[in-house]
């Protein structure tokens, strides 16, 4: 249960969610409720996917590259950092162009939701060595809860917004920067310290 919980969590502020629920209202202030709603549910199944490829996946990637896993951790770490320092200083929201098309994979789910330091941590995440299957599976069910969390959140945005109004949320989306500054210190000195030891 531990894992689980651990897996949800971790997961769950990586996502970044209120941000994401910022871009999201942002980019569909022209929409109908209804059509908020499947663009909500669609964002939510390319994210499970996009994160559960990247987190079973992620050894494959260490091995073709020939990258160590503390190298990866640094360099996650880092991006990660920098994604939180953004957040936590309110990166300005811009609207994509809503003529390209579908926006629920890109712009919203990759790279508003999964941004690539959140790539970098999933790949962390999934390459950890002597991982017991019954381990991964909780951590794979932690993640799809914490997904599901992301999407209940985009699927209520436009009651959150009349709810919260836009300056809680924001308030929310710094204290998402300032949680995820701490994982990713966290990421960098495990690096750091497989490296010197």
């Given at each position: 249960m531990q894992v689980f919980l651990n897996s949800y969590l971790k997961i769950f502020f990586l996502l970044t969610p209120f941000f994401a629920v910022t871009m999201f209202l942002a980019m569909t202030g022209d929409f109908d409720e209804?059509?908020?709603?499947?663009?909500a549910l669609k964002v939510?199944?390319?994210?499970i996917i996009t994160c559960?490829?990247?987190?079973?996946?992620?050894?494959?990637v260490f091995t073709i590259f020939?990258?160590?896993?503390d190298a990866f951790r640094i360099g996650a770490g880092v991006l990660l950092f920098i994604s939180a320092i953004s957040l936590v200083q309110g990166a300005p929201v811009k609207e994509e162009k809503k003529e390209s098309g579908d926006i629920s994979v890109v712009p919203l789910a990759i790279p508003i939701t999964v941004g690539p330091a959140?790539?970098?941590?999933?790949?962390v995440?999934?390459?950890?060595?002597?991982?017991?299957?019954?381990?991964?599976?909780?951590?794979?069910?932690?993640?799809?809860?914490a997904t599901l969390s992301v999407g209940a959140l985009l699927y209520t945005?436009?009651?959150?917004?009349?709810?919260?109004g836009h300056t809680r949320l924001t308030i929310l989306s710094k204290l998402t920067g300032l949680i995820l500054a701490s994982i990713a210190a966290q990421m960098i000195f495990?690096?750091?310290r497989g490296f010197l030891g």
């Open positions: 209804h059509k908020k709603h499947k663009l939510t199944m390319a994210v559960i490829t990247i987190y079973l996946f992620g050894r494959v020939g990258i160590t896993l959140t790539i970098g941590a999933l790949l995440m999934g390459a950890e060595p002597n991982v017991a299957p019954a381990t991964k599976m909780l951590s794979v069910a932690g993640l799809v809860c945005a436009g009651w959150l917004e009349r709810w919260m495990t690096g750091i």
